[in-house]
Nanobody
């Protein structure tokens, strides 16, 4: 069974840093696009950053210059380095990956369980 397991969330002061990880577990053939999303209470979900299988990245304007998305294909893991955190970054962060479990089978979206990031003094 393929799963995405997130870690790295927590409480941090404004201006601080956190590094989120998202590891794919289980047997799979390939991981295509991956991304981080977040949802704050009472607000709509927001796409934070994406990365393709060859490392092309894209960011929401609200995090450009502060967050860096990366991936280690050998470890089947994606990261989100968050620097200069602001209170408005407080949210539940989810990772998503497009995964092909078996060769010649269609890909499907998988989501992590979410990790809470709270930025507060």
């Amino acid at each position: 069974q393929v799963q995405l397991v997130e870690s790295g969330g927590g409480l941090v002061q404004p201006g601080g840093s956190l590094r989120l990880s998202c590891a794919a577990t289980g047997s799979l053939f390939s991981i295509e696009d991956m991304g981080w999303y977040r949802q704050a209470p009472g607000e709509e979900g927001e796409l934070v950053a994406t990365i393709t299988s060859i490392g092309t990245t894209d960011y929401a304007d609200s995090v450009k210059g502060r967050f860096t998305i990366s991936r280690d294909n050998a470890r089947k893991t994606m990261y989100l380095q968050m620097n200069g955190l602001k209170p408005e970054d407080t949210a539940l962060y989810f990772c998503k990956a497009v995964i092909q479990k078996l060769r010649y089978q269609p890909s499907a979206d998988y989501w992590g369980q979410g990790t809470q990031v709270t930025v507060s003094s």
